[in-house]
Nanobody, 129 residues
Framework: VYIEESGGGSVTAGGSLTLSCRMS????????MGWFRQSPGKEREAVSC????????FYTDAVKGRFTISKDNAKERLYLQMDDVEPEDAATYYC???????????????????????WGRGTQVTVSS
């Protein structure tokens, strides 16, 4: 699986940013997927996951009401709309397919282990206050 995240950068607290993810994976539309983040010295954590058909979405409590995950099967893209960004959101963000569940999964539980090691290089988000 080839994964490429983009859209990161520097944002002022309270601002917005849209992350994009491109995956070269067969049957993209049949996989649940997720966004994860990692800060220096911390473990990678789940941010948000979406079911294969987009019907179910999970958000970690820290981002509920501020971030929105979406999946465009036609473009084979995964997105993370980040609004009202907070300093605590600063991290490197990664996207990944849920290889643990395989086809037609709901992405729950939303955990980094779902990726089964399929990671891209990530995209860095820095937040200035």
């Amino acid at each position: 699986v080839y994964i490429e995240e983009s859209g990161g950068g520097s944002v002022t607290a309270g601002g917005s940013l849209t992350l994009s993810c491109r995956m070269s994976i067969s049957n993209f539309e049949d996989y649940s997927m997720g966004w994860f983040r990692q800060s220096p010295g911390k473990e990678r954590e789940a941010v948000s996951c979406i079911s294969w058909n987009g019907a179910k979405k999970f958000y970690t409590d820290a981002v509920k009401g501020r971030f929105t995950i979406s999946k465009d099967n036609a473009k084979e893209r995964l997105y993370l709309q980040m609004d009202d960004v907070e300093p605590e959101d600063a991290a490197t963000y990664y996207c990944a397919p849920d290889l643990r569940q395989g086809y037609y999964g709901d992405g729950i539980p939303c955990e980094p282990s779902n990726a089964q090691g399929a990671w891209g290089r990530g995209t860095q988000v820095t937040v200035s206050s």
